[in-house]
T-cell receptor, first 112, second 112 residues
Framework: NAGVTQTPKFRILKIGQSMTLQCTQD?????MYWYRQDPGMGLKLIYYSVGAGITDKGEVPNGYNVSRSTTEDFPLRLELAAPSQTSVYFCASSYGDRDGYTFGSGTRLTVV | QKEVEQNSGPLSVPEGAIASLNCTYSDRGSQSFFWYRQYSGKSPELIMFIYSNGDKEDGRFTAQLNKASQYVSLLIRDSQPSDSATYLCAVNNPLGTYKYIFGTGTRLKVLA
């Protein structure tokens, strides 16, 4: 049972480049989330999904897009990378909206 | 935007002592409360959750919830150096858009 798997673990992007952060869970969880974590700032919600085909914005969605075509996968797309998107990104999942989260191992992204 | 507040620390305790971590929240409608442990460079890991007023014990960990005073605490008995980590408090935000709000975390250092 792998839990929540994120790829890649590290990435350096140049300003203006695009990339997709992959997230897959094998726990049949309905809810999936993308957070970013900056030093001293805590976890900020980017996007979340309550099930396949349903996504919604979180606190800091600008510059990102998501899709949820299956229960298992919830990729995060950065279209035009900016230095402000340098952060650690965590994908998480939960069975319901009152349940605790299982986090992936994170992606450390640097935009230069 | 409702808030969850934690003292950033570091909180230093000697090995074998009780570590007390506190979290206050502003949304009186919050119903679910979680504690996550995050080792440096790693992802958050769920360690405790509590829904009702009072205490909930799990091994060396006790979560305490006081909805009237709007705080939730985590006690770690017989603290070990391996407990040294950042502890994140998360509170659900039923009236807002963003499912859970995380505090910025308290860094705990257990001194051998």
């Amino acid at each position: 049972n792998a839990g929540v798997t994120q790829t890649p673990k590290f990435r350096i992007l140049k300003i203006g480049q695009s990339m997709t952060l992959q997230c897959t869970q094998d726990m049949n969880h309905n809810y999936m989330y993308w957070y970013r974590q900056d030093p001293g700032m805590g976890l900020k919600l980017i996007y979340y999904s309550v099930g396949a085909g349903i996504t919604d914005k979180g606190e800091v969605p600008n510059g990102y897009n998501v899709s949820r075509s299956t229960t298992e996968d919830f990729p995060l797309r950065l279209e035009l990378a900016a230095p402000s998107q340098t952060s650690v990104y965590f994908c998480a999942s939960s069975y319901g909206d009152r349940d605790g989260y299982t986090f992936g191992s994170g992606t450390r992204l640097t935009v230069v | 935007q409702k808030e969850v507040e934690q003292n950033s620390g570091p909180l230093s305790v000697p090995e074998g002592a009780i570590a007390s971590l506190n979290c206050t929240y502003s949304d009186r409608g919050s119903q679910s409360f979680f504690w996550y442990r995050q080792y440096s460079g790693k992802s958050p890991e769920l360690i405790m959750f509590i829904y009702s007023n009072g205490d909930k014990e799990d091994g060396r960990f006790t979560a305490q919830l006081n909805k009237a005073s709007q705080y939730v605490s985590l006690l770690i008995r017989d603290s070990q150096p391996s407990d040294s980590a950042t502890y994140l408090c998360a509170v659900n935000n039923p009236l807002g858009t963003y499912k859970y709000i995380f505090g910025t975390g308290t860094r705990l250092k257990v001194l051998a």
